[in-house]
């Protein structure tokens, strides 16, 4: 057998030879393998398992669990193997013969811990790795981030949402993805992850919300510490871009489409009609409208901003029926989720730059059947997802979203 050279963090397709699919144990380490000679360590990621454990390059792998393997039958072993097994192994470096005892990890747990590189601000994460879009971005992994991962309540000393909704009573606000493709939870589980090239397979969708909350870090208050449910971005007013989950999470957002789809909320106290005294935060000035945040303390990242709607006069339409009234959203808002929307279509291609419309061409403004909702890939409101909702409401502005979406696109 010829010398194969094989990063183990993650179980590539090349290594499936059996039909059922085992869970991926991910050791973090390259080896030259061998049949009839020991592995030989030739690389170590940082943060990994092996690197915990104190594995070196130049190690060689004599015996497994007292028993022993050449570089082949080492591979195998590790291609069977399940995360969080414990392995005792006899290696020689150049510090002599030793044993070491080691736990496997998955890959997903290795890109969620591992510190990010120093953030250049402009891009999201797809399983682990950067996504420039072109606009201010938080992940949360950076200062000043929100963490969806986080077991606990992000504003307290309280571990469970206050008031959960329901079957989000738990520490995880997030989950795995469901619903998959036979062939694409084969080796997903093989992995340990969902990695990027297969989500590009499953994720389809994206749901646009408004938060009702006016900020976003009122808005991840209200999800993460009151409600246990999460979304994978939250947009300011300021254009500032909150990443609070990786892509390849599942978010608990927007209930039937969460398996396959991206939220984002948007920073908006929503439809007039919804909120006593909205109308009056709306005040106008030389300039023209603006929105009343000066009471809020630490709202927003930038400096001084001063939230105006992109339209100075409300916008009236209906929604499930219902007509509303609503101010528009920021044209910061508008700059970054056009850039973000068009990254997203580039990297999960079966994401379309599109919403569902009615006969004649226009924006649908009602809830889609559940067969309609089934098989529409693209770009959908809360509102088409669920009856009871109104969100984004009928001031967002569709064309333009996803016109600007469209041309960066292409570019």
């Known amino acids: 057998m010829n010398r194969t050279s094989l990063l183990l963090a993650a179980l590539g397709a090349a290594l499936l030879s059996n039909a059922a699919a085992r869970p991926g144990a991910f050791l973090g380490a390259r080896f030259d393998a061998e049949e009839g000679r020991p592995a030989t360590i030739s690389g ?3 943060g990994s398992p092996a690197a915990r454990a ?10 497994l669990d007292g028993r022993s393997v050449d570089g082949r039958g080492f591979l195998e072993r590790l291609r069977l193997a399940y995360p969080k097994r414990t392995w005792r192994l006899s290696l020689s470096g150049a510090d002599g013969a030793r044993t070491q005892e080691l736990t496997l990890g998955t890959w997903s747990e290795h890109w969620r811990q591992t510190p990010a590189a120093p953030s250049v601000g402009d891009a999201v994460l797809l399983a682990g790795r950067p996504l420039p879009i072109g606009a201010p971005v938080v992940t949360w992994r950076d200062a000043g981030g929100y963490d969806g991962y986080a077991e606990r309540c992000a504003f307290s000393e309280q571990v469970l949402p206050r008031r959960p909704a329901g079957g989000c009573n738990t520490p995880e606000r997030y989950g795995e ?7 694409v939870a084969e080796v997903a589980s093989a992995r340990g992850a969902l990695t990027a090239d297969l989500a590009a397979l499953h994720i389809d969708q994206v749901v646009i919300h408004y938060d009702v909350a006016w900020t976003s870090r009122n808005c991840f208050k209200v999800l993460h510490d ?5 979304c994978h971005f939250l947009l300011d007013v300021d254009g500032t871009l909150y990443q609070t989950l990786d892509l390849v999470e599942r978010a608990r957002h927007a209930g ?25 935060r709306y005040q106008r000035d030389a300039e023209g409208v603006r929105f009343d945040l000066s009471w809020l303390r630490n709202t927003t990242r930038t400096p001084g901003y001063v939230v ?39 990297a999960l291609p079966r994401i379309q730059l599109r919403v569902p419309r009615d006969a004649g061409g226009a924006v649908r403004d009602a809830v889609l059947s559940a067969e309609e909702l089934a098989a529409f890939s ?17 001031a967002f502005d569709w064309e333009r979203v996803l016109q600007k979406a469209r041309k960066l696109a292409r570019e």
Do not use: F, W
């Open 44 to 46: 170590v990621a940082s």
């Open 54 to 63: 104190g594995l070196r390059a130049g190690d060689r792998v004599l015996a």
């Open 177 to 183: 993805r469901r619903g998959l493709a036979p062939a």
């Open 226 to 230: 009151l409600r246990g449910l999460s």
């Open 256 to 280: 039937a489409a969460n398996d396959r789809s991206i939220g984002i909320e948007i920073a908006h106290p929503g439809p007039l009609e919804l909120t006593k005294d909205l109308a009056e």
């Open 308 to 346: 105006r709607p992109a339209r100075p006069e409300p916008v009236a339409g209906r929604i499930q029926g219902q007509r509303l009234t609503m101010y528009d959203y920021t044209d910061a808002q508008y700059e970054t989720l056009s850039r973000l929307l068009a990254a997203l279509s580039r």
């Open 378 to 394: 693209g770009v959908v409101g809360h509102y088409h997802v669920s009856r009871h909702k109104q969100d984004p409401g009928p």
